[in-house]
């Protein structure tokens, strides 16, 4: 790796912000699971998650998915963008929701997830964990832009 690439990756190689970016997106979501609590403490309950530990299994699914999706974002294209970090939000989101949305439909069937207000509480979560996701990917990206621009600023400094 040549010094120019060292120094715009700041501390961090690329690899380890993808993995920071997964830490932090599994925070967020055990936060935003704690807010969500009486809606899905009664769908863990309902696939048969552990109701001691169900809240943060259920923001688990992030932890993997946020990384991978920073990486395909961010890290792998270079560009830490505020547009590049609400969609990191919102796929980590909609995804972690997607993978605990096809367990549902695995204990119970496509059926019970299309009958009475089920629907209507999917969506509900879904778009909740969504704007969600939106919000908490900004801070991530401007911290992200800071460490390049701190970096850029010790390469001159340096270099003089």
Sequence with gaps: MD??????LGPFTARQWSLLAGVYAFGCATLTAFALSGM???FAEVIGLPAAVALPLL?????????????TLVERR????YPRGAAFGLLT?????????????SVWSVEMLTAGPVPLLVGFV?????????????PFTFVRRRSRVRSDADATANSL
């Design 59 to 71: 923001a688990t699914p992030a932890l993997i998915v946020g990384a991978g999706v920073w990486w």
């Design 93 to 105: 989101a909609l995804l972690t929701g997607g993978v605990w949305t096809a367990r549902f439909v």
């Design 78 to 81: 270079e560009t830490a963008t």
């Design 3 to 8: 010094s120019s690439r060292a120094a715009e």
């Design 40 to 42: 899905l403490g009664l």
């Design 126 to 138: 879904l778009g909740a964990v969504g704007v969600a996701g939106v919000l908490v990917g900004l």
